[in-house]
């Protein structure tokens, strides 16, 4: 086959998935995570139910994979935040804002929905890229004499990612820049 009958075909299939996994999303959403069928997903989509087989056997595997993309944007979302201006100061401090704003997005979601996804493998690796990227942002920044070098990066790391994890349930995002800076502080060299 041609080139670009190739790529006209591709460019379509992804289309088509990502239409798939945007409409689960939005019905599970509104429906909850035991609302869905692949019926609605179909509809939703515009999709028929038999192409819509074609792509995933079932829901789940339509969620997982749609949280497995929402992973993979929040990681370059952060990378390019890391990639900013700034000192590592600044730019851990940018990153770990960011980090918080996006544990907040969670607290919106539905915790059935929180529980089925978590367990996925995927997370694991998510979780294991940021961890090395605020480890690195922490070895410049002590390296800067900005950050503490009396507690190795790798537990500083997962010390922000705990702390952090609490603005699932800030209800502002004064709240949220408030754990920022009680993160950060606890950073600072003595």
């Known amino acids: 086959m041609p080139k670009l009958w190739n790529d006209t075909i591709e460019t379509h299939r992804s289309q088509v998935r990502d239409a798939v996994l945007d409409a689960a999303a939005a019905l599970v959403f509104e429906e909850g995570l035991r609302g869905v ?5 179909a509809e939703r989509a515009g999709i028929g139910r038999a192409t819509l087989y074609k792509y995933f056997p079932d829901v789940e595997t339509i969620l997982r994979t749609w949280h497995a ?9 952060l ?5 900013g201006a700034g000192g590592p100061g600044e730019r851990l401090h940018a990153v770990l804002t960011a980090y918080a704003h996006i544990a907040r997005q969670t607290r919106s979601h539905d915790q ?3 529980r089925f ?7 694991v690796t998510a979780q294991q890229q940021l961890r090395d990227l605020i480890e690195q942002l922490l070895v410049e920044g002590a390296d800067a004499g900005e950050i503490r070098d009396d507690v190795p990066a790798a537990e500083l790391s997962t010390y922000c990612l705990h702390a952090l994890a609490g603005a699932a349930e800030s209800t502002s995002d004064e709240a949220v820049a408030r754990l920022v800076g009680l993160t ?5 060299p003595h």
Not at 79 to 83: I, M, Y
Not at 184 to 188: D, E, P, S, V
């Open 37 to 41: 069928t692949m019926s609605q997903v």
């Open 112 to 114: 059935d929905l929180v």
């Open 117 to 123: 996804l978590h367990p996925d493998p995927s997370i």
């Open 184 to 188: 950060l502080a606890g950073l600072r």
């Open 69 to 77: 993309r929402q992973i993979d944007a929040h990681i370059v979302q």
């Open 79 to 83: 990378t390019r935040v890391r990639e």
